[in-house]
């Protein structure tokens, strides 16, 4: 149980274009996921928290308008990195909160996004 | 002082040995400590989950949580190449406030366990 997935797993994009990556639970409802950002080697940076039907709650640091956030349902999260640059090139991670499910602060790691923008 | 400080080693043991990973932490207000391990290029994946002070033990794993010194253990027992990984430790406050849910990592600790 407590499975999260995301797609795609890995994209490569041209400097401009907006990168989708979805995260979902697959066998059960979150309704709190996190995204966070992993540099080679480095910890995970967490970017924003998405509740869903409200607006995400972004760490200070982050653009809002740079990576959109779109918690949808229970089980769907969005990141949409917009206009991409080089510097956005990073390993994406959604986590999501089993809530009722499992210990309230436990959170399940989707397998990540890389992305890499040209 | 970061809040979280973790030995990102490497650290290499041989097959079977017991490993011993540990974090530090300055803020009293974490109550909830999780280990995470992560293999390359993949998300992390949860091992042992600890609500306040105590030991916690799950087949080849024991967790144990000193508030009263902020300080965490991972133990590994009879350690096998699977276990190679980068392992992470997160914490988190009490439920409630704006910090609900909220993880904090550290930097996490590459190991090897070579056969």
């Known amino acids: 149980g407590a499975v999260v997935s995301q797609h795609p797993s890995r994209v490569i994009c041209k400097s401009g274009t907006s990168v989708k990556i979805e995260c979902r639970s697959l066998?059960?409802?979150?309704?709190?996921m996190f995204w966070y950002r992993q540099f080679p080697k480095k910890s995970l940076m967490l970017m924003a928290t998405?509740?869903?039907?409200?607006?995400?709650?972004?760490e200070q640091g982050v653009e809002k308008d740079k990576f959109l956030i779109n918690h949808a349902s229970l089980t769907l999260s969005t990141l949409t990195v917009t206009s991409a640059h080089p510097e956005d090139s990073s390993f994406y991670i959604c986590?999501?909160?089993?809530?009722?499910?499992?210990?309230?602060?436990?959170?399940?790691f989707g397998p990540g996004t890389r992305l890499l923008v040209l | 002082q970061k809040e979280v400080e973790q030995d990102p080693g490497p650290l290499s043991v041989p097959e079977g040995a017991i490993v011993s990973l540990n974090c530090t932490y300055s803020?009293?207000?974490?109550?909830?400590f999780m280990w995470y391990r992560q293999y390359s290029r993949k998300g992390p994946e949860l091992l042992m989950y600890?609500?306040?002070?105590g030991n916690k033990e799950d087949g080849r794993f024991t967790a144990q949580v000193d508030k009263s010194s902020k300080y965490i253990s991972l133990f590994i027992r009879d350690s096998q190449p699977s276990d190679s990984a980068t392992y992470l430790c997160?914490?988190?406050?009490?439920?409630?406030?704006?910090?609900?849910?909220?993880?904090?990592f550290g930097q996490g600790t590459i190991l090897t366990v070579h056969p």
């Open positions: 986590s999501a909160r089993a809530g009722l499910a499992g210990p309230q602060e436990t959170q399940y």
């Open positions: 066998d059960f409802q979150a309704t709190t």
């Open positions: 998405s509740n869903e039907g409200s607006k995400a709650t972004y």
């Open positions: 803020n009293s207000a974490f109550q909830y």
């Open positions: 600890t609500y306040s002070s």
């Open positions: 997160a914490m988190s406050p009490n439920a409630g406030g704006t910090s609900y849910g909220k993880l904090t």
